[in-house]
């Protein structure tokens, strides 16, 4: 009865989404490694270099969107969550994040301890994961961990309207409607603002959500008109208007649609890269800390591909060590140590990751 009951759960299991989440903490990484070079020496990059140099941070929001997809297709399929499924998913969910959090946050306080911010005060909101809320706690240690504050939050939304159904409809369009009059209104262009992380979060990831609901419908839009989205609506972003409104609505959307459907993303190494995103996602802004105490690289087309080769292999064996002696055998242990009885009714959160 197991097998029979994990083998369903693997065969509902949207791998695409896997590959697309590789791509986007890679992403993610690249752009924090440009701070490896000297000033200037990017500035004569082609375009889709210099697009990641500018606008790379916002693939933080694509996990946002991956992720409210994909806790809809796990946890909305079914009946609503009972108290026993809300206790099987808050476990889920520390098992999934905290260890190897914990193990990247004492990493970078021995090694990035005497940096004037990264203070007690801080230590110890990114022990409690509330590193987003206390300024500029966000920003030390292990920076882009930030977002595990933001997910936090909606975890929280999401599990109320798993519980109460009737509800989630009011929070999933309520969020993105909110978000979408912040960013309209007060939105800024330029640089990621630390006044809008939330804002950023809620409106992924319940968009992610609204996605998964309208699914049956938007598997008609044709191929074309998706690679087309994802082609133009990056080179919207710009001036004074947020980059979060046509990334967030038509590129991001458009992405996770396309990984649904193109085999690629379903590769095996786009499927390693998938298993290990979080890793490289907490792993690989250590190694940039670690890497500028020698002093910024030098410019020149070798230099950089080089300098780029370089840390992108040091991250992923990092990243790969960290997934299989940390990541995996913390997740295991945890779930095995706090699971419930099979047959409680609650589908496996293995792949909302």
């Known amino acids: 009865m197991e097998a029979a009951r994990h083998g369903r759960e693997d065969a509902g299991r949207l791998e695409g989404l896997d590959g697309l989440r590789g791509l986007a903490a890679a992403t993610v990484a690249l752009y924090h490694a440009q701070w490896l070079f ?8 082609p375009l889709p270099l210099r697009w990641l140099q500018d606008w790379g941070w916002t693939l933080v929001d694509l996990f946002f969107l991956i992720s ?16 026993r499924g809300l206790r099987d998913f808050a476990v889920a969910r520390f098992a999934r994040l905290y260890p190897l ?42 920076g882009p961990s930030w977002s595990i504050s933001i997910e936090l939050v909606c ?5 109320v309207g798993a519980v109460w159904r009737r509800a989630l409809p009011w929070i999933c369009v309520g969020s993105v409607t909110l978000c979408l009059l912040y960013f309209v209104r007060f939105g800024g262009g330029g640089s990621p603002w630390s006044d809008e992380l939330l804002q950023r979060g809620l409106l992924g990831f319940f968009l992610g959500q609204l996605l998964w ?6 598997r008609r839009i ?17 001036g004074s208007v947020s980059p979060i409104l046509p990334l967030d609505l038509l590129c991001f959307p458009a992405a996770l649609l396309l990984a649904l459907r193109l085999p690629l993303l379903r590769s095996r190494p786009l499927l390693w890269l998938g298993a290990r995103s979080y890793a490289v996602y907490l792993v690989h802004f250590p190694v940039v800390e670690l890497i500028r105490t020698a002093g910024p690289l030098p410019g020149g087309t070798p230099s950089l591909l080089i300098g780029f080769a370089a840390f992108s292999a ?3 064996f ?9 990541e995996v055998p913390a997740r295991r242990g945890i779930r095995r140590a706090f699971s419930s009885p099979v047959g409680s009714g609650q589908p496996s959160p293995a792949s909302a990751g």
């Open 38 to 45: 000297a000033p200037g020496s990017l500035a004569n990059t």
């Open 68 to 83: 409210g997809f994909i806790f809809a297709h796990v946890y909305l399929t079914d009946e609503r969550m009972t108290a």
């Open 101 to 142: 959090h914990l193990v990247m946050l004492l990493v970078c306080a021995a090694m990035l301890g005497r940096e004037p911010d990264n203070t007690g005060a801080a230590f110890l909101a990114h022990v409690f994961m509330a590193q987003a809320w206390v300024a500029p706690a966000g920003h030390t240690f292990d």
């Open 155 to 159: 975890y929280l939304l999401f599990a």
């Open 213 to 218: 609901q309208a699914r049956a419908r938007l």
């Open 222 to 238: 044709p191929t074309g008109m998706l690679v087309t989205a994802c082609v133009v609506s990056p080179l919207m972003v710009g």
């Open 314 to 316: 040091i991250v992923l």
């Open 318 to 326: 990092l990243a790969d060590q960290a997934h299989r002696w940390v």
